[in-house]
């Protein structure tokens, strides 16, 4: 018997478009390493890269309007975590060419699933949610808060840390803090006898 | 007696995510800003804006 592709497993699991998103954040933080502190802003910048196989440093900074030192910062985080390559251009040394790889583009590649295959949706995606956030790097903790609490209804804070990711208990309890500060959730108190 | 704490989504989120995902022929970007003077109790919501992305 075939097997059935992770992708249908996912879709079937997912009852509506809010579910599939928290499926899409869990593979944005797998093909970046497992970190779901990574700012949306990095996860853009491999899906650009992605989207551009052997596209230079320059031209992601330039189609994603980021300035230098942020596109340095994340480059080099990318590289050290093995999800893209670095290869010098054949025809002008100085040129690097970049490419996502391995695991992160494998975990690319699900997540494109829901956008059939589209990297400009799937940015569109990433760039709306950043654009929720007044704080500069939201990250995919956040979203993935976002996300659960919109699924949830009205959730209590144990519901919203059992669908997040993995973290220390005080770094959980900021994320909330933060997104309650920025108006994105709003925090009710009932006394409860 | 303790308190009980529970956390909402604002208004506007839910529909802002759901376009997030829509498909390229509607773009939705959202705003910041409050929407207008709401009745006494009724949170404040985001703004959502709808546009269709030239073809």
């Given amino acids: 018997m075939p097997q059935k592709p992770l992708k249908s497993a996912h879709n079937q699991a997912s009852a509506n478009r809010i579910q599939q998103m928290g499926l ?3 593979h944005l933080v797998d093909a970046l390493g497992g970190d779901p502190s990574s700012p949306l802003r990095r996860a853009q ?3 650009d890269i992605d989207g551009h196989p052997e596209t230079t440093q320059s031209a992601v900074m330039e189609r994603l309007g980021l300035n230098k030192s942020t596109i340095n910062r994340e480059i080099e985080w990318l590289y050290d975590h093995g999800c893209i390559l670095r290869q010098p251009s ?3 040394g100085r040129v690097i060419h970049m490419l996502t ?3 992160s583009k494998k975990n690319l590649d699900l997540a494109l699933d829901y956008f059939e295959k589209n990297h400009k949706n799937l940015h569109f995606f990433l760039e709306t949610i950043i654009n929720l956030f007044t704080e500069q790097k939201p990250t995919l903790r956040d979203a993935k808060f976002l996300v659960a609490a919109v699924d949830i209804g009205e959730a209590s804070r144990q519901d919203l840390f059992a669908r997040g990711y ?3 208990h005080t770094t959980n309890v900021r994320a909330l ?3 309650v500060e920025q108006g994105l959730l709003i925090k009710t108190e ?3 006898g | 007696m303790g308190k009980n704490t529970k956390y909402i989504a604002q ?3 839910a529909e802002i995510l759901e376009l997030a995902m829509s498909p390229s022929a509607t773009r939705v970007s959202a705003k910041r800003d409050f929407l207008g003077k709401l009745p006494e109790g009724v949170q404040a919501g985001l703004k959502v804006t709808t546009t269709v992305a030239p073809q």
């Fill in chain 1, 24 to 26: 899409i954040l869990d």
């Fill in chain 2, 11 to 13: 208004v506007g989120l």
């Fill in chain 1, 101 to 103: 790889c391995g695991y």
């Fill in chain 1, 90 to 92: 054949q025809q002008d």
């Fill in chain 1, 190 to 192: 009932d006394e409860n």
């Fill in chain 1, 45 to 47: 910048i491999l899906v």
């Fill in chain 1, 166 to 168: 993995s973290a220390a």
């Fill in chain 1, 177 to 179: 803090d933060s997104l």
